[in-house]
C-alpha cells in the first residue's frame, strides 16, 4: 500500500503526510478490520476497544471510554507547553444495517451489517492522525479526538455532548470530514455556511371508516386520502417555499390494509417519509403547511389526518471563519486547484450538526472516488484506502496549523 500512498504523492505535500504515508499499510490493516467488523450504533463495542489500543499504542497522553455510551476520546498535548487552547477532531465509527454484496476478503462478517458509509475509513484516518501528532508534537495546546458512535440516525454526536463531551473536554473549535465518491482522490472541498441539510421524520395518520370495497361509499376510504395527501404536500416545495430556498418533501412509504384481503377498505392509513431544509425559518414553515393542508385534505374526504413531525438531525453550518481556515488547510496539502470552495449543499444529513450549534468548526468532503464510483450506502461500496494518508494528514494539519508553535 506504500505504492498507492505514492500515487497521491503529486497531489499532496508536507511533512504530516510524508510522514503518515510510512505507515499506510497499518492504517489500511486497522481500516480493513473495521470494515469486517461493522456495528451499529451505540453497539460499537468491538469497534470502541480496537480504538482504544490503538490511541494507547499510538502513544496518546489519555484516553477516555465510554462517552455517550460507546464513545471514546483521546488527548494529545503539544510540544509548546504554553497555549490552553485546544482543537477538536470528529470521526464516526458506526455501520449500516444493511447487506453486504462484496466478494473481497475483508467484506462483513456479519449479515445485515455493512460499513456503506466510510465510518471505517474515518476511524481510521483520526487514528493516522493520533499517530502522527503524538510522535511529533509540532503544536502548542491539546489535540482533542472524538470517535463518535451512532452517527447513522442514533444521534450519538448529541449523546456525546448531552454526556459531557465540552465540558470536559472544553475545545475552541471542532472539526469533521466525510469521504465523498463525487470527488476524485487528493480533492477536499469546504465552504461556509451549509454543508448538510436538516434531517425530518414525518408520519401521518389517516382515520376513516372502513368497509367491503364493493360498497365504499358507505365508509370513507383512507387509501384514496392518503394518495390526495401524497400529491398535495408535493405543493409546499414548489408554491410555498420561495425558489432562492432549499426544500425537499418525500413521503417514501405507505401502510394500509391487508394485501391478502382484495376486497376490505382499511379504516387507517399511514404515511412516513422525510423532509430536508437548511434555513430554520423554512423548516418551521414546511410542518406548519404540512399540518393545514393534510388536516384539509382528509376533511374534505370525512376523514382526519395527525401530522407527527419530528426534529431529527439540525442543518450541518459551517462557521465562516472556521471553513475558510480549513481551506487554507487543505490547500496547504493539495494546493488551491484541489480544493473546491464552491460545492454544492447536500440534502443529505449530518449529526456532526450538533457539535456545530455549540462549537464553531467546518465539516469537510475528502475526494475518494470520482465519477462512475460507488455511491455512499450502496451494498457495494468500500472506503478507498488510498487516501487514508491525506485524510489524516489533513486532521493533523489542522491542529498544526491552528496550535502552531511559537518561534523565538
Known amino acids: 500500500m506504500l505504492q498507492a500512498a505514492a500515487s497521491l504523492r503529486p497531489l499532496a505535500h508536507g511533512r504530516a503526510f510524508d510522514h503518515i504515508a510510512r505507515f499506510h499499510p497499518e492504517l489500511t490493516a486497522l481500516r480493513r478490520d473495521l470494515h469486517a467488523h461493522p456495528e451499529i450504533g451505540f453497539e460499537e463495542v468491538y469497534t470502541a476497544a480496537r480504538v482504544q489500543e490503538a490511541l494507547r499504542l499510538c502513544g496518546v497522553d489519555e484516553v477516555h471510554a465510554g462517552i455517550g455510551k460507546t464513545g471514546v476520546v483521546g488527548i494529545i498535548r503539544g510540544r509548546g507547553g504554553v497555549s490552553d487552547r485546544a482543537i477538536g477532531l470528529r470521526a464516526d465509527m458506526d455501520a449500516l444495517p444493511m447487506t453486504e454484496h462484496n466478494e473481497f476478503p475483508w467484506r462483513s462478517a456479519k449479515p445485515g451489517l455493512m460499513h456503506g458509509c466510510g465510518h471505517d475509513g474515518h476511524t481510521a484516518m483520526l487514528i493516522g492522525a493520533a499517530r502522527y501528532l503524538a510522535e511529533t508534537r509540532q503544536f502548542d495546546g491539546t489535540a482533542v479526538l472524538i470517535f463518535q458512535p451512532g452517527e447513522e440516525g442514533f444521534a450519538g454526536a448529541k449523546a456525546m455532548i448531552d454526556d459531557g463531551l465540552f465540558d470536559r473536554f472544553p475545545v475552541e473549535s471542532v472539526y469533521a470530514m466525510h469521504n465523498w465518491p463525487g470527488l476524485r482522490p487528493g480533492r477536499i472541498g469546504v465552504i461556509p455556511g451549509p454543508m448538510m441539510a436538516a434531517a425530518d421524520r414525518i408520519t401521518i395518520e389517516i382515520t376513516g371508516k372502513g368497509g367491503h370495497g364493493a360498497h365504499a361509499y358507505l365508509g370513507v376510504d383512507p387509501v384514496l386520502v392518503a394518495a390526495h395527501i401524497i400529491t398535495a404536500v408535493q405543493s409546499i416545495a414548489s408554491r410555498n417555499v420561495k425558489p432562492l430556498d432549499s426544500a425537499v418533501v418525500s413521503l417514501c412509504a405507505m401502510q394500509?390494509?391487508?394485501?391478502?384481503?382484495?376486497?376490505?377498505?382499511?379504516?387507517?392509513?399511514?404515511?412516513?417519509?422525510?423532509?430536508?431544509?437548511?434555513?430554520?425559518?423554512?423548516?418551521?414553515?414546511?410542518?406548519?403547511?404540512?399540518?393545514?393542508?393534510?388536516?384539509?385534505?382528509?376533511?374534505?374526504?370525512?376523514?382526519?389526518?395527525?401530522?407527527?413531525?419530528?426534529?431529527?438531525?439540525?442543518?450541518?453550518?459551517?462557521?465562516?471563519?472556521?471553513?475558510?481556515?480549513?481551506?487554507?488547510?487543505?490547500?496547504?496539502?493539495?494546493?488551491?486547484?484541489?480544493?473546491?470552495?464552491?460545492?454544492?449543499?447536500?440534502?443529505?444529513?449530518?449529526?456532526?450538526?450538533?457539535?456545530?450549534?455549540?462549537?464553531?468548526?467546518?465539516?469537510?468532503?475528502?475526494?475518494q472516488g470520482g465519477e462512475g464510483s460507488c455511491m455512499l450506502h450502496n451494498s457495494r461500496y468500500d472506503f478507498n484506502d488510498d487516501i487514508l494518508p491525506l485524510g489524516a494528514a489533513l486532521h493533523a494539519s489542522l491542529v498544526e496549523q491552528a496550535l502552531p508553535v511559537a518561534r523565538h
Do not use: W
Open 256 to 367: 394500509a390494509g391487508d394485501l391478502h384481503a382484495m376486497s376490505v377498505m382499511p379504516g387507517k392509513a399511514t404515511l412516513v417519509g422525510t423532509v430536508r431544509t437548511f434555513r430554520p425559518e423554512v423548516q418551521d414553515l414546511v410542518e406548519r403547511r404540512l399540518n393545514e393542508l393534510c388536516s384539509g385534505v382528509a376533511l374534505g374526504f370525512g376523514a382526519t389526518a395527525a401530522v407527527h413531525y419530528e426534529r431529527i438531525y439540525p442543518a450541518t453550518i459551517n462557521t465562516a471563519r472556521e471553513a475558510d481556515f480549513a481551506a487554507e488547510v487543505a490547500q496547504s496539502l493539495v494546493g488551491a486547484e484541489h480544493v473546491v470552495r464552491d460545492m454544492e449543499p447536500s440534502m443529505g444529513a449530518e449529526d456532526f450538526s450538533f457539535m456545530l450549534q455549540v462549537r464553531p468548526g467546518a465539516y469537510l468532503r475528502i475526494g
